[in-house]
């Protein structure tokens, strides 16, 4: 199974910060990488597929880059909305693995 | 737009069975594949298994901690998937979401998988 390790664990940030999340697959896993942003108490949503397409709706603030093993999620300008847990998922094969998280937390 | 809704969630004792559904509106139901995804309490996500719709092949997958004992399928006329959790350990204990798949092919025509729609979720709870 490939594994998927996500740095740092949490972080806190003020609002209008640029802020990077990274992820790394134990093989590489192409531009097979998925991003998911959780608020508490609520389901995951789908932030990023295909390590930088987006899904309607989501803010140009956030933005996905890398490729082969090493991936980062930016948030060019941390807004207060944004606070909450950050997941990477990789899409290159099954079984389907997660990251382990970034926890978000506004100053 | 699309929902999902699960239900069947609840109490049960080890060793026990359990059924899940998901209800989906708003989509051609048939058409997509289906995942399960579970987040044990102040835990990460994990991936518990997929179907694929009946044009690829209406095949299941599943993690290796549930093969043998979970099963999905799917009911296109009534819009519902479905998870049958069988022989429930304590470590079973999460909450239990269903999610529409977004598909995209790559190289060897080879489908890749992302969860693009989630249901609210379903909480499990496995002990004596």
């Known amino acids: 199974d490939i594994q998927m390790t996500q740095s740092p664990s949490s972080l806190s940030a003020s609002v209008g910060d640029r802020v990077t999340i990274t992820c790394r697959a134990s093989q590489s896993i192409s531009n097979y990488l998925n991003w998911y942003q959780q608020k508490p108490g609520k389901a995951p949503k789908l932030l990023i597929y295909?390590?930088?397409t987006f899904p309607s709706g989501v803010p140009s603030r956030f933005s996905g880059s890398g490729s082969g093993t090493d991936f980062t999620l930016t948030i060019s300008s941390l807004q207060p909305e944004d606070f909450g847990t950050y997941y990477c998922q990789q899409a290159y094969s099954t079984p389907l693995t997660f990251g382990g998280g970034t926890k978000v937390e506004i100053k | 737009e699309v929902q999902l809704v699960e239900s069947g969630g609840g109490l049960v004792q080890p060793g026990r069975s359990l059924r899940l559904s998901c209800t989906a509106s708003?989509?051609?139901?048939?058409?997509?594949?289906m995942s399960w995804i579970r987040q044990a309490p102040g835990k990460g996500l994990e991936w518990v298994g997929l179907i694929r719709s009946k044009a690829f092949d209406g095949t299941a997958e599943y993690a290796a901690s549930v093969k043998g004992r979970f099963t999905i399928t799917r009911d296109d006329s009534k819009s519902i998937a479905y998870l049958q959790m069988d022989s429930l350990q304590i470590e079973d204990t999460a909450v239990y979401y269903c999610?529409?798949?977004?598909?995209?092919?790559?190289?060897?025509?080879?489908?890749?998988?992302?969860?693009?729609?989630w249901g609210q979720g379903t909480t499990v709870t496995v002990s004596s």
């Open positions: 295909a390590t930088s």
């Open positions: 999610t529409s798949v977004l598909v995209w092919f790559g190289e060897l025509f080879r489908a890749h998988y992302g969860m693009d729609v």
């Open positions: 708003g989509v051609t139901f048939g058409d997509h594949v």
